[in-house]
């Protein structure tokens, strides 16, 4: 399906989130990477096309929230044309980047009214920061956080503790003396290279416990699960059983409940401060409590 041909689509109702988890390539190399992504990952098999089919099946049913995620996705070649087909269809897009490397291009989808910018930052000193990030990223994000501003935009900003007595109120005061109001705090979530100890599983009480009730992921593979911080929890594939199958079908129902039954059993699935989130319940970028890039409590430090 085209873009062309999609382009009288328009969500009957306006609820719903999907992860389009385009990469796994990224300029950066964060030790608590929840999908391991970097400098060597790749940006998977799915054309253009699949993508776009993606997005036309959320936007037929109802899903108002599209968010472009990796790794870094602005690093994949197709990215600004889905992100314009996004808004052409007339939803919601966020696009949670790194801000290390931003062209005239995505500046103006950034502008757009209906699209939410969302970046992570660590601290107020760049030799903690870029330690974090692996990469000298801090005098690169600080200078697109305040090119944002002065463009009329007004990023989200999450600062996740990865621990060791990090400047975190310090960041948060430096972001508010520039003019950021959003401001999210977060720990590392128990995910990927977050995961303390080699081996260990997916902690699936990290979970918020709504994963998968109007929100899914879509994979670089094509792969669907109920939250995108939990990748290799697949229910399925886009590029054998069409995302509307998928959603609606037994194995994502018996994978929520399973999810459901972990954070009962293991803990509260709080996410912490609220900070205001504009009623969107899962998202990394913008929800305080569920969803976010990091969980709240855990010792695990990307320099354990």
Not at 80 to 109: K, S, Y
Not at 113 to 120: K, N, P, Y
Request: a negative charge; glycine letters at 14%; aromatic letters at 4%.
């Amino acid at each position: 399906m085209t873009a062309h041909a999609t382009e009288a689509l328009r969500p009957t109702r306006v609820e719903g989130l999907l992860w389009l988890d385009l990469t796994r390539k990224c300029q950066l190399n964060c030790g608590h990477c929840y999908n391991a992504s970097g400098p060597e990952g790749e940006h998977g098999p799915l054309a253009r096309e699949d993508w776009i089919a993606v997005i036309d099946a959320a936007a037929e049913r109802g899903i108002g929230r599209v968010q472009l995620i990796g790794g870094e996705p602005t690093l994949h070649p197709d990215a600004l044309t889905l992100a314009r087909h996004i808004l052409g269809l007339g939803l919601e897009l966020e696009v949670f980047t790194n801000l290390v490397r931003v062209t005239d291009e995505w500046w103006v989808v950034f502008q757009h009214e209906r699209t939410v910018l969302a970046t992570s930052y660590y601290s107020d000193q760049p030799g903690e920061h870029n330690t974090i990030t692996g990469r000298l990223s801090h005098g690169r994000t600080r200078a697109n956080i305040i090119k944002a501003l002065e463009s009329g935009i007004q990023p989200v900003v999450s600062i996740i503790d990865c621990g060791d007595e990090q400047r975190v109120d310090e960041a948060r005061t430096e972001l508010a003396d520039i003019g950021v109001k959003r401001v999210k705090i977060d720990r590392v979530r128990p995910f990927g290279r977050a995961a303390c100890g080699s081996g260990q599983e997916t902690d699936l009480s990290g979970l918020c416990g709504k994963c998968g009730t109007d929100r899914a992921s879509v994979g670089p593979d094509g792969t669907v699960s109920p939250c995108v911080f939990t990748p290799s929890l697949s229910v399925g594939n886009v590029l054998a059983d069409g995302l509307g199958g998928i959603l609606d079908g037994p194995v994502m129902g018996a994978t929520r409940a399973l999810i459901r039954d972990s954070v009962r059993n293991g803990g509260d699935g709080d996410g912490g401060d609220s900070g205001g989130d504009d009623g969107n319940k899962c998202n990394p970028g913008t929800v305080p409590d569920e969803c976010r890039p990091g969980y709240p409590g855990t010792e695990c430090s990307p320099r354990n």
